[in-house]
């Protein structure tokens, strides 16, 4: 079984920056591919970006490009979400997931029914 457990989450004023991590533990190994999602009130769950699992192959949603960054470290079972220019929009629950396997088909690594395991959430709020 994997564990999957976000945090970093708070308050932030739009323009501001955050970072958020994953820390998974469990059976996982450094070859699980991982992606944030996010849910707004009344939303459905939103891919944001997607990591494979040597850092290599990293995609975003169009509307995060160039502000947020993906991240991960292997040696600590862990990836980051660095988020910079927030927005009121970015207000959401992000949740980090896993898979097994590579999603190397961009519609694979954006589709939330390709990952096995998900952590509880952590929330971001942007607001003044």
């Known amino acids: 079984q994997v564990q999957l457990v976000e945090s970093g989450g708070g308050l932030v004023q739009p323009g501001g920056s955050l970072r958020i991590s994953c820390a998974a533990s469990?059976?996982?190994?450094?070859?699980?591919?991982m992606a944030w999602f996010r849910q707004a009130p009344g939303k459905g769950r939103e891919f944001v970006g997607y990591i494979n699992w040597w850092g290599g192959s990293r995609t975003y949603t169009d509307s995060v490009k160039g502000r947020f960054t993906i991240s991960r470290d292997n040696a600590k079972s862990t990836i980051y979400l660095q988020m910079n220019s927030l927005k009121s929009e970015d207000t959401a629950v992000y949740y980090c997931?896993?898979?097994?396997?590579?999603?190397?088909?961009?519609?694979?690594?954006?589709?939330?029914?390709?990952?096995?395991?998900w952590g509880q959430g952590t929330q971001v709020t942007v607001s003044s």
């Open positions: 469990g059976s996982i190994s450094s070859s699980y591919a």
């Open positions: 997931a896993a898979s097994p396997t590579s999603l190397d088909r961009d519609a694979d690594a954006r589709s939330p029914t390709k990952y096995m395991y």
